[in-house]
Nanobody
Framework: QVQLVESGGRLVQAGGSLRLSCAAS????????MGWFRQAPGKEREFVAA????????DYADSVKGRFTISRDNAKNTVDLQMNSLKPEDTGVYYC?????????????????WGQGTQVTVSS
């Protein structure tokens, strides 16, 4: 059974940087499109970034474009989210997600498996 475990969330000052990591186990990681989502208090979960199976293609929400970078290491079964120039509005629980269906396309929807989340708090 595939499992996703996020790490790296913490309290950081505005303008700072943070790197989140998601470790996958129990499946063939290189077959999965991976994504990062976040949920702020009182708001719905929203898409942040996604990366194709090979890592050659990425997609970002407009709100994080130019500040966040998603990457993956298929040898280590990990997907990371490098977050720079953090803003208070980046605060929330960050979730790693995977599309388990074979040949799934890179997109912002249709994710089958979710991690438990890691809290990111950006203070002003």
């Amino acid at each position: 059974q595939v499992q996703l475990v996020e790490s790296g969330g913490r309290l950081v000052q505005a303008g700072g940087s943070l790197r989140l990591s998601c470790a996958a186990s129990g499946g063939t990681f290189s077959r999965y499109v991976m994504g990062w989502f976040r949920q702020a208090p009182g708001k719905e979960r929203e898409f942040v970034a996604a990366i194709s199976r090979s890592g050659g293609n990425t997609d970002y929400a407009d709100s994080v474009k130019g500040r966040f970078t998603i990457s993956r290491d298929n040898a280590k079964n990990t997907v990371d989210l490098q977050m720079n120039s953090l803003k208070p509005e980046d605060t929330g629980v960050y979730y790693c997600a995977a599309k388990l269906k074979p040949y799934a396309l890179l997109s912002r929807h249709g994710y089958d498996l979710w991690g438990q989340g890691t809290q990111v708090t950006v203070s002003s």
